[in-house]
């Protein structure tokens, strides 16, 4: 059984919504328990899909993962860890691309790891060779099997050298999970920085680890036989705040965002400042309104930290379909991520979308046929129509859009935006959104 969103549009969202933990950060700070040799505690994690996913796998693994029922806190104890048949991996894994970030941590706690033919959502190559070369680097035997892919070390994972091609936020996870208890000194050049990625060495540097970080994107590890346990408090989501951030703007609305962090959303905060959003900026969170003038037009180029996140984007397009003027968005970091502009065609945004590079620098999907480049003309008056949820982060594009539009939407698909956000739907009752929800077959 699936889910039915039915929006009627053109209602203002207003009121508060508290952000928890990380999607980026929690399912890997629950894998990063796997390499201790005593409990661990993770704190301020969102109900979300990609918790329960790893939560079923670390389970499968023999780790205990105990919920506080009041706190909501986990408690994540490693000590009998054990392998677990393959086909229950595949069949917990749905089509999460987690499982590819517990072969370091497997293998150091039980010598082999497998992983089954991974999903995610459609926006993107994501090829997962980055891992599979990190993982041969560090010593690992990589074996295609029917299903998916055994991963073995029969000498021990040992520490590498290693350059990334692209500073690629997977593939850094993968190594600072796979060196931390490697033998020797690894040293990773290209490195992605992400706020979230520090939190992850500020988890495993709290169970003994040390690691690292230089000014050029080298990241050096110095392996230990043993970790233990930890005791963190997850950093919060700054996707999904500024989606409600942005979500504000598009319907004129006021969303006061309890969690939200300065810190971790500077570039997005002066993107949103340029387009003509008003926010106040408080220690608890941030409130983002509509100022009731026009929205102004911008140029907007995606990139890896510290440039403009790449799912603070498809948010911000709706946005900018209700802007005066003429809007760019040159997408760097994931090469199919414009096709969620068919359903805000379809409702009446003017959007076209291009191969050229549209933006200051060519970027690695220049001269290879990807529509990676949009053209927004602004303002755009939308209408209600029926939308099959392409993506996590366009799928919440997606009901923004209809939440803004005359008439009404039906949404199909939702649970994808399960994944991402916490109790979206119960959030968007408690802004005044108009909406029922039905099942279908």
């Known amino acids: 059984m699936s889910s039915v969103l039915t929006i009627r549009g053109g209602v203002p969202l207003t009121g508060r919504v508290t952000v928890r933990g990380a999607k980026n950060l929690v399912p890997k700070a629950m894998v990063a328990a796997l390499l201790g040799n005593e409990p661990s505690v993770l704190r301020n994690v969102p109900e979300i899909k990609d918790v329960e996913v790893v939560t079923s796998l670390l389970q499968l693994h023999g780790v205990t993962v105990e919920k506080d029922p009041h706190t909501g806190d986990l408690t994540l104890d490693p000590t009998n860890a054990k392998t677990a048949s393959h086909t229950a991996i595949d069949a917990h894994a749905g089509d999460s691309r987690i499982p590819i970030l517990l ?66 936020v997977g593939a850094t ?54 970790l233990g346990g930890y005791n963190h408090r997850a950093l919060s989501d700054r996707n999904e705040s500024a989606s409600w951030a942005s979500a504000a703007l598009v319907t004129r609305g006021d ?29 608890d ?52 991520r414009f096709g969620f502009t068919e359903a805000l065609i379809r409702m009446g945004a003017n959007i076209q979308v291009h191969r050229e590079c549209l933006g200051s620098v060519p970027c690695r999907f220049g001269q290879r046929n ?6 927004i003309s602004g303002p755009a008056q939308l209408t209600g129509t029926d939308i099959d949820v392409p993506d996590l982060r366009g799928g919440f594009s997606h009901l923004i859009a209809a939440l803004a539009a005359n008439g009404t939407s039906r949404v199909t698909g939702i649970d994808i935006i399960n994944r991402g956000y916490e109790r979206f739907t119960e959030k968007l009752a408690g802004l005044g959104a108009d909406f029922d929800i039905t099942s279908a077959e």
Request: aromatic share 6%; glycine share 12%.
């Open 285 to 336: 969170g941030i409130r983002f309104y509509h100022k009731g003038g026009k929205l102004t037009p911008l140029v907007l180029e995606t990139d890896v930290h510290p440039g403009f996140m790449t799912d603070w984007q498809q948010p911000l397009i709706v946005a900018l379909t209700q802007a005066e003027g003429v809007s760019i968005v040159h997408e760097t970091v994931y090469e199919n």
């Open 103 to 168: 072969c370091g941590p497997l293998i150091h706690a039980i010598g082999e790891a497998f992983i089954p033919d991974l999903g995610g959502c459609k926006i993107g190559d994501r090829p997962i060779d980055y891992h599979l070369n990190v993982l041969r680097q560090f010593g690992a035997v990589v074996e295609k099997r029917p299903g998916g892919i055994h991963i073995s070390a029969p000498g021990g994972l040992k520490g590498a050298k290693i350059s990334l091609p692209y500073p690629s």
């Open 173 to 226: 996870e993968q190594v600072l999970l796979s060196a931390t208890r490697a033998e020797g000194i690894t040293e990773l050049s290209g490195a992605a920085t992400e706020p979230e990625i520090v939190d992850l060495i500020a988890v495993l540097q709290k169970m003994g680890a040390i690691i690292s970080v230089q000014t050029d994107r080298t990241i050096r590890i110095e392996g230990v036989p043993d």
């Open 255 to 283: 969303i006061f965002v309890e969690g939200a962090t300065q810190r971790d959303m500077m570039t997005f905060l002066n993107t949103y400042r340029k387009v003509g959003g008003g926010m106040d900026i408080g220690d």
């Open 370 to 375: 990807f529509l990676h480049s949009a053209v």
